[in-house]
């Protein structure tokens, strides 16, 4: 579900950025707030976990491939929501900034889509009630699978929504939609079988690891009705910036950073540098000699600055 | 902190599982003293030493480091004076450079960055890990992660050094380079370990434990040469 | 060691979000662009003592990736930019090429940064920017302990591999167990990893360091750099090249 760069528009990007930046600095707090005295470590740890993890595949029986975990609703029943959702957005981003895993224009709308639907939305409101406050195995597993499932449809649903509001795609928003729906249900439900297996396993040899298992007593309803509804408000504060965000841009120029440039500042001279994609053409003589021309002059440069500065052996960091 | 010495009166200690892993375990170990924790696994070696600085509290008994009875109050204080190295240095550098992970306990402490700065590079100078101060600790072999974990803690500039396992898993070189850097230092050291020849090198006096109890204490070779198991 | 002398971190920081903004936007058919734009690798690089050579190198690990985002392009667009010498090309190799060199560039940036500063003061200055200081000490830890997870989930595979019959993925139940016993054991070396920080001290929140400063300098960097990559991605110098070159 990791979207590209290629999928994403600049304002879809920055409403998304600016509704996960919202969503994290609520989630920091409440962490700092209601978190366990080894929480900060835990989630360092276990946002490593979550890279090994996504290294080993599990079988998809019936077909020949095999599938991964993404580790939302795992997170969130070991960590709580908060928590899971900070952990879940730093493997993104590191995902993004080091693995180049889906750009960083799409950044936002990943951690939204992936990150905080899973974690802030299918928890609480999915696998929370059907787990109940009294959790025995079936419920575990039924929590596991329906929370999946949903979390992966609305995520599905959301990335329709973005790559539409992008003006990206030439398919029918309605063939998108149908064809993203029945895939991710797929993909829902192995996600939703892993996620179980790996929960009743932890059960049986260390219960007191979940945030609340049905082979032990845990801190109960500390993380009861109250972080409830201040997570449904966190989320309506995303999405009220995400909705007045899109209505906005549902009217622009899909490629709203040149042309708002452009009429900011007013200037013909930008107007000439500036290639609109729609356009025919611009003079592509000056392409190649750049091209060329660049590669010469920055070896040029490279040989300057080499020697111009072949005396600073300075220390830095190696790793 | 006039005397830097380690009192354990009557300790005991039992898990919250019901295991009861320390027994009325009483020694003193003063200023300057080496001492070597010997025991079987599951003897209570590393209990006994989470209890040094307070990351575990007695269930009964009392410690004093110091004049300082180990309480909740005390355990900041407590912790700058002790300084543990974990038996695994990967769990002690957690930092994305050695420089950090070394200057991690005094910046904790609220010391301004110079002073961070000078007791980081005084540290990683003690250890001779000075030119790789900006790596990463997966960059480095084993014997120089154990030897950053080291100096991780001697940046605090503790009184009371406790190791656990310090030569595990060292080749003879990197080994041979721990003991050196041992006995050069002046604090007093309590080290819990397998490695006999460690032992008897650095250490006059053994304290053996066998199923929370203490067996022996007194000289090294005597308590080795009757080890039975 | 704490930041150079001559870039402090807010400022290096400054000029590297600027910088993957000013790459990252630049239309999809002007490689040219580009390629100006990476005076600021090759300068930066050199100034900062670590030599563009070793940054280079670097960043040739992420050629992989951005070769296989761009690869389809020249298939799929055939449509003509230009015909030079005989030789058709088409904007998919343009396309191509400004793949490329974005991720290039962009890493490049990236590798500059954490060189010089240092992640955690990169860190830190995120944290004096408002991001919070949860979200950057995760990150810290999890790029921290990565390797050694990855590490002990590589051996646990092997040991596994011995004794079965070398299958790349299994069934949901061993998989189960094989991701379960190795969350249980993340868990407890997190346990060990948080006894070794209370006991230098932690008391919650992961300190930083505090001694980023704007000097002079650094102001003199971050102005410099901004300004030249403004002007860098919005004139086009290839034209001027070209002219020079017609002259010639």
Request: hydrophobic fraction near 50%; charged fraction near 15%.
């Amino acid at each position: 579900m990791h979207m590209a760069d290629a999928l994403v528009s600049p304002p879809v990007a920055l409403t998304a950025g600016v509704a996960a930046i919202a969503l994290i600095s609520i989630a920091s707090k409440k962490v700092k707030e209601y978190g366990r005295e080894d929480i900060v470590p835990l989630m360092g740890v276990m946002g490593a976990f979550v890279f090994a993890a996504q290294m080993i595949n599990f079988a998809i029986p019936g077909t020949g491939s095999s599938g991964h975990i993404i580790g939302g609703i795992l997170l969130s029943a070991i960590l709580g929501p908060w928590a899971a959702f900070i952990t879940l957005s730093s493997v993104l981003i590191i995902q993004c900034l080091i693995f180049a895993d889906g750009g960083l224009l799409a950044l936002g709308c990943n951690l939204i889509n992936m990150a905080a639907v899973s974690c802030l939305l299918a928890y609480p409101l999915v696998f929370r009630p059907i787990a109940g406050s009294k959790m025995t195995r079936t419920r575990l597993i039924a929590a596991s699978i329906v929370a999946s499932v949903f979390s992966l449809e609305v995520g599905a649903v959301l990335v329709t929504l973005e790559t539409e509001l992008s003006g990206v795609t030439a398919l029918s928003t309605a063939t998108f939609l149908g064809m993203m729906t029945a895939i991710h249900l797929a993909i829902g439900l192995c996600e939703g079988i892993a996620t179980a297996a790996i929960l009743c396993f932890v059960d049986s040899y260390q219960p007191t690891l979940l945030y609340s298992s049905p082979s032990s007593e845990r801190r109960g309803p500390k993380s009861g009705n109250k972080n409830f509804k201040k997570i449904i408000i966190g989320f309506g504060i995303a999405a009220l910036i995400m909705a007045t965000g899109f209505t906005w841009l549902a009217s622009e120029n899909p490629d709203g950073l040149e042309w708002s440039i452009e009429k900011i500042t007013g200037n013909p001279e930008l107007e000439e540098a500036v290639a609109p994609p729609t356009a025919l053409m611009p003079d592509y003589d000056s392409t190649l000699a750049g091209i060329f021309g660049g590669l010469i002059v920055m070896s040029l440069l490279w040989g300057i600055c080499a020697i111009l500065f072949r005396n600073r052996k300075r220390k830095y960091f190696d790793s | 902190m006039s005397h830097h010495f380690i009192k354990f009166s009557d300790v005991s200690f039992t898990y919250p599982d019901g295991h009861r892993a320390l027994k009325n375990i009483s020694f003193t170990v003063t200023h300057g003293e080496k001492v070597a924790l010997l025991g079987l696994n599951g003897s209570g070696k590393s209990t006994l030493l989470l209890q040094t600085n307070g990351l575990l509290m007695p269930s009964a008994g009392e410690v004093n480091i110091g004049d300082v009875p180990l309480s909740r109050q005390t355990l900041k204080i407590i912790r700058r004076s002790v300084g543990m190295v974990f038996q695994n240095p990967d769990d002690m550098l957690f930092m994305p450079t050695i420089f950090d992970d070394v200057a991690f306990g005094p910046r904790n402490m609220g010391l301004p960055e110079n002073e961070v700065k000078r007791r980081t590079e005084s540290a990683l100078e003690e250890v001779g890990l000075s030119d790789v101060a900006g790596k990463a600790a997966f960059q480095l072999s084993g014997g120089q992660r154990r030897s950053a974990a080291i100096a991780a803690v001697l940046s605090m500039e503790p009184d009371i050094l406790v190791l656990d396992e310090p030569s595990a898993n060292l080749d003879p070189l990197a080994r041979r380079n721990l003991i050196n850097l041992l006995k050069s230092f002046s604090h007093t050291v309590i080290i819990a370990t397998h490695d006999f020849s460690l032992a008897k090198e650095l250490c006059p006096r053994a304290i053996l434990l066998s199923d929370g109890e203490l067996k022996a204490d007194g000289a090294t070779s005597e308590i080795i040469k009757s080890f039975r198991y | 060691m704490a930041g150079s002398a001559f870039t402090a971190a807010p400022a290096m920081l400054l000029v590297t979000i600027i910088y993957l903004v000013a790459v990252l936007t630049i239309p999809i058919f002007q490689p040219q662009k580009l390629i100006w734009l990476g005076a600021y690798p090759i300068m930066a690089s050199e100034i900062t003592g670590i030599g563009f050579l070793k940054v280079l190198l670097r960043s040739l690990w992420i050629l992989p990736l951005v070769v296989v985002i761009g690869i389809f392009n020249p298939i799929l667009d055939t449509e003509t930019a230009f015909v030079y010498q005989g030789m058709v090309i088409s904007k998919g190799w343009l396309s191509l090429v400004s793949i490329i060199l974005r991720g290039l560039l962009s890493f490049q940036a990236l590798i500059i940064l954490i060189m010089n500063t240092g992640l955690i003061n990169v860190f830190n200055s995120f944290s004096r920017l408002g991001i919070p200081s949860i979200l950057t000490t995760q990150m810290l830890l999890t790029y921290r302990y990565i390797i050694i997870i990855a590490g002990e989930a590589i051996v646990m595979k092997r040991a596994r591999e011995a004794r079965g019959y070398g299958r790349s993925n299994y069934p949901i139940k061993e998989w189960a167990r094989f991701v379960g016993l190795l969350m249980i054991r993340s868990t407890n070396r997190a346990k060990r990893i948080h006894q070794a920080m209370k006991a230098r001290g932690f008391e919650g929140v992961l300190p930083l360091g505090s001694h980023l400063k704007w000097t002079i300098s650094s102001w003199l960097w971050a102005i410099g750099w901004v300004a030249a990559i403004a002007f860098l991605r919005f004139y086009d110098l290839s034209r001027l090249f070209l002219q020079f070159s017609h002259r010639m």
